[in-house]
């Protein structure tokens, strides 16, 4: 018998009470089957990911359509039961009266935080002018704030990302962006504990998310004792899944079935997924 579920209301307080203090880890599922797993396991809150699910869609990741990024979200949102974070790439325009507009539909969709980053998907000038991006994230805020929705705006500077690993430049936009009204900061691509305590500081008492997309020698604890409030993991749930179906694929097509050994057993998705599904 399904349980009575949360409000969006709930969600969205919920996931801010998370930032208040502590640290805790919220993955990125790609698709429903993800999310419900991830939820089973006890995580508190759960992000998008742009290229886990781009891939899902056969497609490059940044190269899905705004509807596409909506419809996926709505989706991960009605699926759930825990608050949901957008990766929202760069808020699908370039003025800030568009990403203002795209982040009004986001809102709409249910979930409790969201991100923008200051890339611009072009490899010549591959940031914004910090001017620019402080309007955008500014008109994000505006957006969030005349919904009436507690949503949790997430600046992000993508300097790393783009080539253009310059600690100092990289806080300096963060400190932009925390004055322009974000909530939470978020630097992908820094990884070493001089790095992050760097920024952790730098932003204070504002949090800070923590991308760890590859095997780090840092656990959670560790990063938490840095200062970090929460870490992602972006595509790299993902790129794992891939790395399986690859394996098992390539043997495949090579003329061996050995690439099925340790996968999964069906009867154990099947006890999780029936019951769950029970629940919803």
Known sequence: MAATRPSTADKRARFRQLHASGCFVIPNPWDVGSARWLQGLGFAALASTSSGFAWSQGAADNRISRQQALDH?????????????A??????????AAVADSVRLA?????????IEDSTGDAAAPLFPLEVAVARLRAARAAIDTTGGDV??????????????DLAATITRLQAYAAAGADVLYAPGIHTPDQI????????????????GSASP???????????????????????AWAGFQRAAQSLADGRFDGFAGAAAGAGLNGFFGPDADRR
């Not at 949790?152 to 690993?165: K, M, S, Y």
């Open 218 to 240: 840092l656990t959670a604890a560790d990063i938490a004792a840095l200062g970090v409030r929460r870490i992602s993991v972006g595509g790299a749930l993902a790129r794992s």
């Open 73 to 85: 979200l709505q989706t991960l949102v009605a699926a759930t039961d825990v608050p949901v974070n």
């Open 107 to 115: 809102v709409a969709t249910g979930v409790a935080g969201l991100s």
């Open 87 to 96: 990766d929202f790439e760069n808020g699908f325009g370039a003025d800030p």
């Open 152 to 165: 949790q705006l997430v600046g992000r500077a993508e300097c790393f990302l783009v080539g253009q690993p």
């Open 197 to 212: 305590q760097a920024v952790v500081a730098a932003v204070a008492p504002k949090p800070v998310n923590l991308l760890v």
